[in-house]
């Protein structure tokens, strides 16, 4: 299959587009116009790369976990450690993208939403560096559970805007952005942080993500001369799994299985796993698979993890289950705090409690793999910032 690529107005067949107010169409035909030059200048990757490898700290290894494996006893595990990038996730593999081209664009002010502080992290820090003013919207209960990344931000010079209507989570968090956008278009670019929203966002997180992909499908092949049996990431809004699966997507063979938040349990409708319903619908910006209730309201969402909270999916993860090239499961909260400790004490590496969700999914399904098989699992962050929340929770359950 070929990689899946959007139209010229961001669809991934029947899913994405560009579902916003006439305020937003013209400072996103720009960003698309701009986006698609500098995606062509070699120029501009180099300077991306630059940064990637001086700044960031790229290549990632792909650590070959080895007590991990004889612990499960089937498939060779190997984790693709985004944890270790600056910052301690994956998302500032796309906020250096994205600051690179506001800088073209000559913006000098920048503007994120964040969930779990990760995204709002990575963006401040990118400002920072490039000494930009730099504005965060994030949801009041998200500050409480993430406090320590609200502190990071600010000692970082950004702002963190507490948002304190509905859930008071990353959906309100993004809204909040998006009015900010409207009123300040002309000296402010908006760094939406996951593959997500309308076009060309969902196109040009994956593009920004898809270092991953790209290091760990020639890091497989130089270890073991082989493709991998199978990709395993979490699925938030969905730009480290996209990241990592779009360079292998033209690999038949190779199984891309993405994990949701299975929060209390699918049944109690405790959770953020968007497709364990078949509920089509349009959610900031974007036309995807949109968890809701009865009469078509956006859902509550829950999950432990803030990075997964959330009642949409990107786009193109829709496309990719409909024809049925990406697998997508969950795993429940207590599940995932399982594959954090399991995680912790075989390999001594603490993982996200986002990334503990595609952990768990190995643990509870290793029997499905053989020996032969060959796993690839994306931390995609590392756990620091959840230990408070994990402690606070681990005395909760007595
Ligand atoms: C934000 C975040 C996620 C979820 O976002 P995606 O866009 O789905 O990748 C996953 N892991 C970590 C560590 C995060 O910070």
Not at 158 to 170: I, K
Not at 171 to 180: G, P, Q, Y
Not at 202 to 223: H, N, T, Y
Request: net charge neutral.
């Amino acid at each position: 299959m070929k990689p899946t690529q959007p139209d010229s107005h961001g669809h991934f067949g029947a899913y994405g587009g560009m579902f916003v107010p006439e305020t937003l169409m013209e400072p996103l035909n720009e960003l698309a116009r701009v986006y698609k030059e500098v995606r062509q200048d070699p120029a501009f990757k180099q300077e991306l790369q630059y940064y990637l490898r001086e700044y960031v700290g790229r290549p990632t290894p792909l650590y070959f976990a080895e007590r991990m494996t004889a612990k499960l006893g089937t498939a060779k595990i190997y984790l693709k450690r985004e944890d270790l990038c600056h910052t301690g996730a994956h998302k500032i593999n796309n906020s250096m993208g994205q600051i690179l081209l506001a800088k073209r664009m000559g913006k000098k002010r920048i503007i994120a939403e964040t969930g779990a502080g990760q995204h709002g992290v990575a963006t401040a820090t990118v400002c920072a560096m490039f000494g930009m003013e730099c504005v965060i919207y994030m949801g009041k209960v998200d500050m409480e559970r993430q406090s320590l990344n609200v502190f990071r931000m600010e000692s970082l010079g950004a702002t963190v805007v507490p948002v304190t209507v509905g859930q008071q989570t990353l959906k309100e968090a993004v809204n909040e952005a998006m009015r900010d956008w409207v009123s300040n278009v002309r000296t402010t670019h908006y760094i939406l942080g996951s593959a997500l929203g309308a076009h060309p966002y969902p196109m040009m997180v994956r593009d920004f993500q898809s270092v991953i992909g790209r290091e760990a499908r020639r890091q497989i092949l130089k270890a073991e001369g082989r493709l991998p049996t199978a990709l395993v990431a979490c699925v938030g809004g969905g730009s480290n799994s996209i990241g990592l699966f779009h360079p292998f997507i033209k690999d038949e063979g190779v199984r891309m299985i993405g994990v949701e938040a299975g929060g209390f349990g699918i049944e109690g409708g405790m959770h953020a796993a968007r497709f364990a319903q078949e509920k089509i619908g349009i959610l900031q910006g974007t036309k995807t698979y949109v968890l809701q209730d009865d009469d078509g309201q956006i859902a509550l969402t829950h999950s432990i993890s803030a990075g997964l909270d959330y009642a949409a999916v990107g786009p193109e993860h829709s496309l990719l289950r409909d024809l049925g090239r990406a697998e997508y499961s969950h795993v429940t909260d207590v599940e995932a705090v399982d594959g954090f400790d399991k995680l912790s004490q075989w390999e001594g590496i603490l993982p996200a409690l986002e990334s503990s969700h595609a952990v768990a999914w190995v643990i509870l399904n290793a029997a499905q793999f053989s020996k032969d098989d060959l796993l690839i699992v994306n931390v995609s962050g590392r756990g620091d910032k959840d230990v408070i929340q994990l402690a606070e929770w681990k005395k909760k359950q007595g």
